[in-house]
T-cell receptor
Framework: NAGVTQTPKFQVLKTGQSMTLQCAQDMNHNSMYWYRQDPGMGLRLIYYSASEGTTDKGEVPNGYNVSRLNKREFSLRLESAAPSQTSVYFC?????????????FGPGTRLTVL | GNSVTQMEGPVTLSEEAFLTINCTYTATGYPSLFWYVQYPGEGLQLLLKATKADDKGSNKGFEATYRKETTSFHLEKGSVQVSDSAVYFCALRRGNQGGKLIFGQGTELSVKP
């Protein structure tokens, strides 16, 4: 099992450029999540998907869009990148079966917006 | 609203020292509580969890007890190793908000030989 995979690992964009971060999981999980990690702020939820075909905003959704393409894949799109979106992005998945549910994280994408 | 507060880092210890990383939370109801660990250059992985008051989570020599009276979930280890150097995140999950986690800001631990 590969678990949760993310591509690319690193990316540098110029302000105004667009890009899509890809995420896939092979654990047959229902729920998937996108977080951003900034120094001193922990992880903050951008968007999540409780099941295929559904998505919901998290704490910091502005400037992002998501697509739950199928049960395995959950992509995050930046339509017009801004320097404030420089961050490390993590995708996660879980079965979401109750209080003890464990989230499994990918290795992250380090994005720099110039 | 719901929130998690951790002690500021970085924390620097010598090998075999005792570790405590404080975590307190604010939430209505009865959240589940988690500790995740992030090793350098990697994603987060679950270290331990507790789902109700007085539960003790444990793994790899780490322990944390869910204390509802003090709204705390402090992480402890009796004897740290260099390989424990990482960033530790405390998190909570509200029962009625799906799988969403709320994270603390993280505490960096550095263990010196």
């Amino acid at each position: 099992n590969a678990g949760v995979t993310q591509t690319p690992k690193f990316q540098v964009l110029k302000t105004g450029q667009s890009m899509t971060l890809q995420c896939a999981q092979d654990m047959n999980h229902n729920s998937m999540y996108w977080y951003r990690q900034d120094p001193g702020m922990g992880l903050r939820l951008i968007y999540y998907s409780a099941s295929e075909g559904t998505t919901d905003k998290g704490e910091v959704p502005n400037g992002y869009n998501v697509s739950r393409l199928n049960k395995r894949e959950f992509s995050l799109r930046l339509e017009s990148a801004a320097p404030s979106q420089t961050s490390v992005y993590f995708c996660a998945s879980s079965e979401d079966r109750g209080r003890a549910d464990t989230q499994y994280f990918g290795p992250g994408t380090r994005l720099t917006v110039l | 609203g719901n929130s998690v507060t951790q002690m500021e880092g970085p924390v620097t210890l010598s090998e075999e020292a005792f570790l405590t990383i404080n975590c307190t939370y604010t939430a209505t109801g009865y959240p589940s509580l988690f500790w995740y660990v992030q090793y350098p250059g990697e994603g987060l992985q679950l270290l331990l969890k507790a789902t109700k008051a007085d539960d003790k989570g444990s793994n790899k020599g780490f322990e944390a007890t869910y204390r509802k009276e003090t709204t705390s979930f402090h992480l402890e280890k009796g004897s740290v190793q260099v390989s424990d150097s990482a960033v530790y995140f405390c998190a909570l999950r509200r029962g009625n908000q799906g799988g969403k986690l709320i994270f603390g800001q993280g505490t960096e631990l550095s263990v010196k030989p």
